[in-house]
């Protein structure tokens, strides 16, 4: 069993950045992917983005130029990296791997 946590989160204005970090203990991640997703007030968990082992990323069309994944295997941490930050993008932040969820960290973008 793998335990992930979030970190990073914050409050910060339109058009800044925050990083955010999912790290794995436990045990170290799998080869399968790692996967960001969000949840904003009264929607549903949309999908942000992934990253796999070796590093190929997929992203939303709403975050693409503005986010980037990546992931440090030997600290067994994926990081998504938010720039230009808008006040949509507002929303409970998880990290997904092998089926387990972490607990969420909190953006909130002001307007």
């Known amino acids: 069993q793998v335990q992930l946590v979030e970190s990073g989160g914050g409050l910060v204005q339109t058009g800044g950045s925050l990083r955010l970090s999912c790290a794995a203990s436990?045990?170290?991640?799998?080869?399968?992917?790692v996967g960001w997703y969000r949840q904003a007030p009264g929607k549903e968990r949309e999908f942000v983005a992934f990253?796999?082992?070796?590093?190929?990323?997929s992203y939303t069309s709403s975050v693409k130029g503005r986010f980037t994944v990546s992931r440090d295997n030997a600290k067994s941490t994926v990081y998504l990296q938010m720039n230009s930050l808008k006040p949509e993008d507002t929303a409970v932040y998880y990290c997904?791997?092998?089926?387990?969820w972490g607990q969420g960290t909190q953006v909130t973008v002001s307007s």
């Open positions: 436990g045990r170290t991640f799998s080869t399968n992917v």
């Open positions: 990253i796999n082992w070796s590093g190929g990323t």
């Open positions: 997904r791997h092998d089926g387990y």
